[in-house]
């Protein structure tokens, strides 16, 4: 019986103690290092950079922003290896869609930053293209 008395305060602090600590270990990540920048600003920096084109591998080959490598967005989390953490990265898609904002926040969690969105994407891109 005192056993049951005990194991009932026990119980819930010891699973509180877990969930907390579990919460607190849990590293925030400082999406403040994700910015989006009109066409003329990430046109002026984007040479400081990485320079990554997330769209289909047919949409690049037909035109694309000079220097750029693409990294479709499906397949681009296999090959981090050719992307380096110590410089920002700059990156571009045909819109500025939801999807390119969550690249952007999966590679800053894997600890890439900053990390640049061209705001509008290529359609808003009034620069030359290469062809």
Request: no cysteine; net charge positive.
């Amino acid at each position: 019986m005192y056993f049951l008395s005990i194991m009932e305060w026990v119980l819930p602090i010891g699973l509180g103690l877990i969930i907390g600590l579990l919460v607190a270990s849990r590293k925030s990540h400082d999406y403040s290092q994700l910015i989006y920048l009109e066409a003329e600003e990430f046109r002026q920096n984007m040479r400081k950079g990485q320079l990554l084109d997330l769209r289909k591998e047919l949409e690049y080959a037909s035109k694309k922003i000079n220097g750029s490598r693409n990294f479709p967005k499906r397949t681009i989390f296999a090959q981090l290896n050719k992307i380096r953490k110590d410089q920002a990265v700059f990156i571009y898609d045909n819109t500025s869609s939801s999807l390119l904002r969550s690249v952007g926040k999966k590679l800053i969690k894997k600890g890439y930053h900053p990390i640049y969105l061209l705001k509008g994407g290529l359609e808003s891109w009034t620069f030359n293209l290469k062809e």
